[in-house]
């Protein structure tokens, strides 16, 4: 195995007391291949977002930022995974969202229908697949 294909721990600041306090590692990449834990409506302090609208624009802020912290992009996502406690009733503000982050080039996505996240005022969580430097060019 080559020093590029070991497993790295992605840890930003941002997510060292979850980590820490939940043995929450937010991603793991290895080689350039990224894996990035589900990321949810709640910001670094703890605060969650109103609706599922601002839950959805906190949960692609933060994967950007752990993707940013594992050197890649949202450009690099080839695969979303999101989890949703109302699915049929939610999804299309949930979709106006996600495309203001993806607008033209859609990563494969399968959405789920959940009964509950982690906490119970969470709507949705992200989680995504990356490969760094294949969105470029």
Do not use: C
């Not at 692609?60 to 080839?78: M, P």
């Not at 999804?91 to 203001?100: L, N, Q």
């Amino acid at each position: 195995m080559t020093a590029t294909n070991k497993l790295q721990s992605i840890i930003p600041p941002a997510f060292q007391a979850w980590h820490d306090a939940y043995h929450f590692t937010p991603a793991t990449r290895v080689g350039d291949t990224i894996w990035v834990s589900g990321q949810v409506g709640a910001d670094a302090e703890g605060n969650i977002g109103a609706d599922v609208q601002a839950q959805t624009r906190i949960a692609f802020e933060s994967l950007k930022y752990v993707l940013e912290a594992a050197g890649a992009s949202l450009d690099d996502v080839v695969e979303l995974t999101t989890f949703h406690t109302d699915l049929h009733g939610e999804m299309e503000a949930f979709t106006a969202v996600k495309d203001e982050y993806f607008p033209s080039r859609y990563p494969s996505w399968t959405g789920v229908g959940v009964t509950q996240l982690a906490l119970p005022e969470l709507r949705v969580e992200v989680r995504a697949v990356a490969v760094a430097g294949s969105g470029k060019g």
